[in-house]
């Protein structure tokens, strides 16, 4: 086991190299960088100084940036050197952690991944522990009463659930709930007047704001994992073992509970890790937008849209590296649950 561990621990040195290769190389090409954004803003500034004077000293504002100011913001900006030296510096400061300084906030990269970091932890939480808490025991539900008119029911409100694209319902509960009835805030986690409450208002008022970008995630995020434990389960109750154990005599809760459910969690456990994780990096972009709160995936999109790119080789090496170790740990876990499998 020590020696898999090992193995795969140094195969995500090439795994990284490789993302952060590729992703390097794809920057280089795309227009609209951060020199030449720079320049763009010079030249409107300039343009519209020149245009407001509008006198016989001369009109200059579209002649441009001069190239000794474009040296300079390149030198700024770290573009005067080789792609490959910029690179190379970039892979030895990712090695000691120091993923640099963003290009248009005045803060480095992991300043800001811990200034945002707060509103991801607090939609991946209550995604995660509630899309759980639901979808186990109404997926064992189901299995047990497969056939049945609950079974049909609940399978009905599960898919249509999550047909339902999370931004879509995001936005009609905004409509009904936050606009017309005024039942709940339209944005932020917490209040404008957050630090003169008491500590059980504070707690009443977070909940109060983060009900509906929770009940937008949750909706379509439990789905898979019902059918997933239902199918389990089913796939479990009808081998032989548990017709032996019924045959014995053993109670019918002592036979779900005892035999099936241990080997039918198997699969769904395993992959506890890779959701937990998930649920703080993934798809929370659009539910944070829509809400307007400031967490991870709002930051990722916006430094892609301003090609801020210490901010995004920055934050896509630590979501790849903790990705990388939580597939690990999902592997990991089989041995856990299942002695049966081996690494070996």
């Known amino acids: 086991m020590l020696a898999y561990i090992l193995k795969r621990l140094l195969l995500m040195i090439p795994t990284l190299f490789g993302v952060l290769l590729l992703t390097f190389i794809v920057i280089q090409f795309v227009p609209g960088g951060p020199v030449e954004q720079m320049v763009a803003q010079l030249q409107g500034r300039d343009t519209g100084g020149e245009g407001a004077a509008a006198s016989g000293a001369g009109y200059r504002g579209r002649q441009g940036?001069?190239?000794?100011?474009?040296?300079?913001?390149?030198?700024?900006?770290?573009?005067?050197?080789?792609?490959?030296?910029?690179?190379?510096?970039?892979?030895?400061?990712?090695?000691?952690?120091?993923?640099?300084?963003?290009?248009f906030y005045p803060k480095d990269v992991w300043s800001l991944v811990k200034e945002k970091l707060p509103v991801s932890i607090s939609l991946g939480l209550w995604t995660f522990f509630l899309s759980y808490l639901i979808s186990i025991p109404l997926g064992i539900a189901k299995a047990v009463r497969a056939g049945t008119r609950f079974d049909t029911l609940t399978s009905l409100v599960v898919l249509v659930g999550y047909a339902i694209p999370g931004f879509v319902l995001g936005v009609a509960l905004l409509v009904v709930f936050g606009g017309q009835l005024q039942w709940f805030p339209l944005r932020g986690l917490t209040s404008s007047n957050w630090d003169q409450l008491s500590w059980g208002a504070k707690v009443v008022d977070y909940l109060w704001h983060i009900t509906l970008p929770i009940t937008a995630s949750v909706l379509g995020a439990f789905a898979v994992t019902t059918m997933l434990t239902k199918n389990a389960f089913l796939e479990e109750i009808r081998k032989q073992y548990v017709l032996t154990a019924r045959a014995k005599g053993l109670a019918e809760r002592k036979v779900l509970w005892k035999h099936v459910f241990r080997n039918a969690l198997i699969p769904i456990v395993t992959g506890f890790p890779a959701a937990f994780i998930g649920a703080f990096f993934a798809g929370s972009l659009l539910i944070e937008t829509l809400f307007s709160l400031d967490g991870l995936g709002l930051l990722s999109y916006e430094s892609v849209i301003r090609r801020d790119y210490p901010v995004v080789l920055g934050t896509l090496y630590l979501f790849t590296l903790i990705g990388l170790v939580t597939k690990l740990i999902s592997d990991l876990a089989y041995v856990w649950v299942d002695p049966r499998v081996k690494f070996d």
């Open 65 to 103: 940036v001069d190239a000794k100011r474009i040296e300079e913001i390149r030198q700024f900006y770290g573009f005067d050197k080789p792609a490959h030296e910029r690179f190379v510096k970039m892979l030895g400061q990712f090695a000691q952690f120091d993923l640099g300084k963003s290009f």
